[in-house]
């Protein structure tokens, strides 16, 4: 008798020390959350220690010779820091600017003056970039430079610091709305309704909080909110999908794309060409900078140059409802019934007869 009270005794005793964290456990916690901090500061911190030129597409009006010149002087102010085209006249540099193919231009003069073209909407620092090397170029010829703005920020916001200071909620939105959403909802379709109403509703909202309220966006209102819409739905369904597919796992993904380096990566604050390569290049394929880009020339440019961001943006919206579908037909088999029974976080929602009948049974 006394031998079987004793057992219990024994299992009780064992029982919180086998749930207990051990100190190789905790060692390799506390080191493993060290290096993702140290990750995260460099994936914030190194894109914007090293931002500059790199890269940069301008243009020069003027004979090959002349663009020669400029070229070699640009190559002064930044190595490697500029892709230099050439153009025959003004118009044509105007039109390329316009339609996102540079920058900006430079036009030397016979006098030693430089015309200086340059659109702030596509990106302050770069057009402040190109003022500095026109004045520069200006003053060893003893001329002066004039600086022609074809497509600046509305008044109320010319630096355009509301974009900038916007590309953290508009790179984190659609993935705070997802991880609500999953958290609020159990069902497959209802996640993805909500997922698609938050999209709208959103992208209305933070259309007009930029265009009526803080004053950096001037343009077809209507028109900049679908392209709002487009990204919020494309980080959105892009979440929703990897979480459900592959669970926790696809949440991380999610986040390295996302927050890691999607935002320190998008150039919203500068330009893509701003950043190391190829990380410019990295960011314009993940939504944070896709979106920033589409927002840019839906809203300052009428959609010249929106190809590659739309193209982007769509392929992680479908990618994202492709997963979530499959997912809601894998539960659905796993439910041994339609998709409605699917559940993805508790894997069956059986209906209400069945969970009677399988209590009677």
Excluded at 172 to 201: D, E, K
Excluded at 274 to 280: D, K, V
Aim: with cysteine.
């Amino acid at each position: 008798m006394a031998e079987k009270d004793a057992a219990p005794t024994a299992v009780v005793e064992q029982a919180p020390t086998k749930g207990r964290p051990g100190p190789r456990r905790l060692v390799v916690a506390v080191v493993g959350l060290t290096l993702a901090l140290v990750v995260l500061l460099l994936c914030f911190a190194l894109p914007a220690s090293n931002t500059g030129a790199h890269g940069i597409p301008v243009g020069v009006v003027g004979p090959e010779p002349v663009a020669t010149a400029v070229e070699a002087q640009l190559d002064g102010v930044e190595a490697d820091g500029f892709e230099v085209t050439r153009f025959d006249d003004e118009d044509a540099a105007r039109t390329a600017i316009l339609d996102r193919e540079v920058y900006g231009a430079l036009e030397p003069g016979a006098d030693g003056s430089v015309t200086v073209l340059v659109a702030s909407a596509a990106s302050t620092q770069v057009s402040a970039l190109l003022q500095q090397v026109g004045t520069s170029m200006a003053a060893a010829q003893g001329g002066v430079a004039d600086v022609v703005e074809l497509r600046a920020f509305p008044a109320d916001d010319p630096r355009g610091a509301g974009l900038a200071a916007g590309a953290l909620p508009l790179a984190l939105g659609g993935w705070i709305a997802a991880v609500v959403i999953m958290a609020l909802t159990h069902s497959h379709r209802s996640r993805m309704l909500t997922a698609a109403g938050f999209s709208v509703v959103g992208a209305f909202g933070l259309t007009a909080a930029l265009e009526y309220v803080v004053g950096t966006l001037d343009g077809d209102y209507l028109l900049t909110s679908l392209a709002v819409m487009l990204g919020l739905a494309g980080t959105a369904f892009a979440v929703i999908g990897l979480r459900s597919a592959f669970g926790g796992a696809g949440l991380g993904v999610a986040a390295v794309a996302l927050v890691l380096l999607g935002n320190p990566l998008s150039g919203l604050t500068s330009a893509p060409e701003m950043l190391p390569s190829p990380w410019g290049a990295l960011g314009q394929l993940l939504p944070p900078g896709a979106t920033g880009t589409l927002l840019r020339d839906v809203a300052f440019f009428d959609g010249a140059g929106a190809t590659h961001a739309l193209v982007v943006l769509l392929c992680w919206f479908v990618g994202g409802l492709a997963l979530a579908l499959l997912a809601w037909a894998r539960d659905a088999r796993r439910a041994g019934g339609s998709a409605h029974d699917a559940d993805p976080d508790h894997g069956v929602e059986r209906r209400p007869e069945a969970a009677v009948e399988g209590h009677g049974a």
